[in-house]
């Protein structure tokens, strides 16, 4: 190496140093809870995800479960047209997409009558997409919450009925690990970017579980505002965003001291919530006040409300939660390469996508009968 490229090098590593110092934190003070979010959203978040610099934006498939229907929607993501409906368990609840954008994982919670136990493995890569196999999970029933860890080799499930976080090995579909939530009505799970930590909501017990899933442990608990369910995490975990059904807020943990450092309010139900893949914009979707929320996931204000009364693309409402008299926003999604959400709508059998940079409503399609969770495939439809 020349003392010309040394030189350069140096340089070089001196700029990122420089902009991947967290420097614009140094606009809080010592001791404000947003010293740290910042570098949490532009240090260790930089979205690199893009493999497809030649593909527009929305260019993917979304998957919906149907919660009514007992079935899954696979639609583009770019024209918000129905690709397939494929009959999957009872009360298809949440639905979970690998790294690779090839397979979607639907929970069967079950219903009123009926107590789920199983998986549905749809295979995202043929024309007309799947079933392809169906994973039993045994004595842990209720399956609600998933997300795909250890670069798709495993997938962390929440079983409400037996309190426990189950690890399942994907390629085999047997369990290979369970933790105890210590909570009851373990539902919604978040986990960090690189899968080492991830967090429940119990809602029986108003409290939050962490677990390191490195050394697969169960780690504490963190007690917040009551009936506690939609719950999301800033990219790099430094930051949990956790709803609560009764108290109508958002409570806002920094999770490195396990301290809420915000809680937002006004909600009619902070049924689900979402932080965009950049860590710059969480979604809170309110069934009851029949909105979409929209919040700068850094400073924590407000951005923008969309009233979905307003919105002349929804259809006659059929169903939704109770109290609700709308559409009804529940599940959330993120394309990973562009500014672009989307939110299923339980009650008029939709999915809306909502460009978070321009913060509207651009786009609707149709689903199955009570569609709730949600997620984003990067596979392009043939």
Known sequence: MTLRQLSLLIGLCTVVSCASSGSSDRQYPPGDPRRGVIADSMRRNTVI?????DAPARAGMIVVANQGA???????????RTIVTLPVGVGPHEVVVSPDGRWAVVTNYGDRTTVGNTLSVIDLEPATPLVARTIDLGEYRRPHGAVFVDDGRTLAVTSEQSQRLVLVNFLSGRVDTTLATNGRGSHMVAVRRDGLKAWTANIGDSSVTEFDLGSRRTVRTYHVAPNDEGIATTPGG??????????KTVTIIDTERGVAVDTLRGFGFPYRIGISRTGRIAVVNDPTANRIWLFDAVTNRELAQLDLATEKGVKPVSGGQPGQSGAGPEGVTFDPIADYAYVTLNGSNQVVAVDLAARKIVGFGDTGASPDGIAFSPIIPR
Do not use: I, K
């Open 49 to 53: 995800e893009n493999a497809r610099p």
């Open 70 to 80: 007992a079935s899954a929607s696979v639609l583009d993501a770019a024209t918000m």
């Open 238 to 247: 430094l930051r949990l965003w956790v709803g609560s059904n009764t108290a």
